[in-house]
């Protein structure tokens, strides 16, 4: 009883860590909790730690450790009726594999994540979920399916009232008209997202759509736009770049 309360306070500690990016930190924690619960026998508890772990080899893009783990924590919550966090597990998933260029696998990861979402109906991670799609076949130049996804995700983001989900979505119908040379509707989209990113203070997606936009305008022959949304790309960018070496 003891250590199983010992090496849940440590489990503690590295979620702590790992909330704070301290990285090292908890994965310390997080490896000295999960050889207890592993040899204990405590599966449900070495689940937990092993699919942080794997988020964290995710962020810290590395790839191939981050699958292993996150593979085993499929296999487990497949095996044990887990299904919303095996929802989860899929996501990351395909994030990995999306990163990884394996593309094919990254759109199955996401398939099998979507259709939980919608059993289970939760209207935001489906939402979500045909955003991280679109945004996989924007990666593959396949405009069309991107945008048919984008706008499923778009109604729903909608619904479920994410402001900024639905500005990222609107940003990826953005990026899919300008690959198709559509510049008006593409502008008419970054517009939005623009907007809305700017009703958030989200200054980094701030910066991106400004680098994006002007292009979009130099297309339609609008010079004076597309050199204003550079230039306020520049100097957003050099703000940011400021604040974070005073941090």
Known sequence: GDSIKIFGTITNLGSVYQRDFQSDSAMSNYFKALSFF????????????RNNIGVIYLEMRNYPKALD????????RKTNGDEYNLAMTYTNLGNIHKNLKAYEESENAYLEALKIFQEYEDVYYSATTYNNLATLYNTQKKSRQAIEYALEGLDLAQKAGA??????IESNLAQSYTDLRDYPKS??????????????????????MCLLMSPVYAALQIPDSAAFYTESYVNLN?????????Q
């Open 163 to 168: 402001d900024y989900d639905y500005a990222l």
């Open 238 to 246: 050099r703000k940011l770049a400021e604040q974070e070496i005073q």
């Open 69 to 76: 783990i996150l593979n085993q924590v499929a296999t487990y």
């Open 187 to 208: 502008r008419s989209y970054y517009i939005s997202a623009l907007r809305h990113f700017e009703e958030q203070n989200a200054e980094d997606d701030i910066a991106s």
């Open 38 to 49: 592993e040899r204990s026998g405590n599966d449900r508890n070495a689940d937990f730690i």
